[in-house]
């Protein structure tokens, strides 16, 4: 299998949490026959502003920048930035993609954002195939990652009480959704449970063996892991021009955004 680690941490030194985890994750997979590819996101210097610079084709002398449509003709055309074009070429070669990152603000760090903003072209990840019998496209479960797999690699600063249903930080489910649902379900990817490192902050030296092999027993059963099971948008749960769940596709009495997952 071919495995993409998009990784996010300022920290450059090696034997910082993040990298040391990283470190685990290519050994393991290599270890295991994968191929490995890495876009180490600050190492690279990548720049997180998506604008006018991502478009070649863009006139800014004369025209006021359309995101969307632009994204589209570059797309199209086969005239986005090399670095973007780099980025996508990977996303095409990888069977599976893991993304790395602490959270922070309840998010991915800006970096990672930048990354999907300028990667994720119209085309590419979303509006695709769109269609009288499909007005949304492909997405949710569709598009062009459909029959990839993906997986989040997270470090929090907080306790997980804090994230539960009850915690004061909200349920950890709905705080990824935007990029387990929204980044990764949209263009077609398999999402498989997020693999999470509490207290990252005060995370003690001598825990860290257990979650490296924790971190393995992952990797061995990515092939084989259930995936979440969200709802794909073009299955029947959905009206299809609404985007509305139909009421006799899901039980009223499930809460918050696990709705949106098939029990």
Do not use: C
């Not at 996303?91 to 959270?103: C, E, G, N, S, V």
């Not at 492909?138 to 600063?157: C, N, P, S, W």
């Amino acid at each position: 299998m071919k495995v993409l680690i998009v990784f996010a941490h300022p920290e450059p030194r090696s034997q910082s949490l993040n990298h040391s985890l990283l470190k685990v994750a290519i050994n393991e997979l290599e270890k295991l026959g994968h191929e490995v590819k890495t876009s180490d996101l600050y190492a690279m210097n990548w720049k997180s502003n998506l604008d006018a610079d991502d478009f070649p084709l863009f006139d800014k002398k004369h025209d006021r920048l359309k995101v969307n449509p632009e994204s589209a003709r570059a797309f199209k055309e086969g005239k986005l930035t090399d670095a973007v074009l780099e980025e996508q070429a990977k996303l095409k070669w990888a069977d599976f993609l893991i993304l790395q990152f602490p959270l922070w603000w309840y998010t991915i760090p800006a970096i990672m954002k930048g990354w999907v903003e300028r990667v994720f072209s119209y085309g590419f990840a979303y509006a695709v195939n769109i269609s009288k019998d499909k007005p949304h496209g492909d997405r949710y479960g569709e598009g062009l990652f459909q029959g990839k797999r993906a997986m989040l690699l997270v470090t929090i600063g907080g306790p997980e009480t804090g994230y539960s249903e009850t915690g004061i930080n909200g349920d950890i489910f709905d705080i990824l959704f935007p990029i387990q649902h929204g980044i990764l379900f949209t263009p077609g990817y398999q999402v498989l449970e997020p693999y999470i490192i509490w207290r990252a902050n005060r995370f003690p030296e001598e825990s860290f063996p257990k979650a490296a092999d924790d971190l393995r027993q992952r990797l061995r059963d990515l092939e084989t892991d259930e995936p979440i099971a969200f709802r794909l948008q073009n299955g029947g749960d959905y009206d299809k021009r609404t985007l509305v769940m139909k009421p006799e596709a899901f039980d009223p009495k499930v809460r918050g955004l696990r709705i949106h997952v098939k029990k």
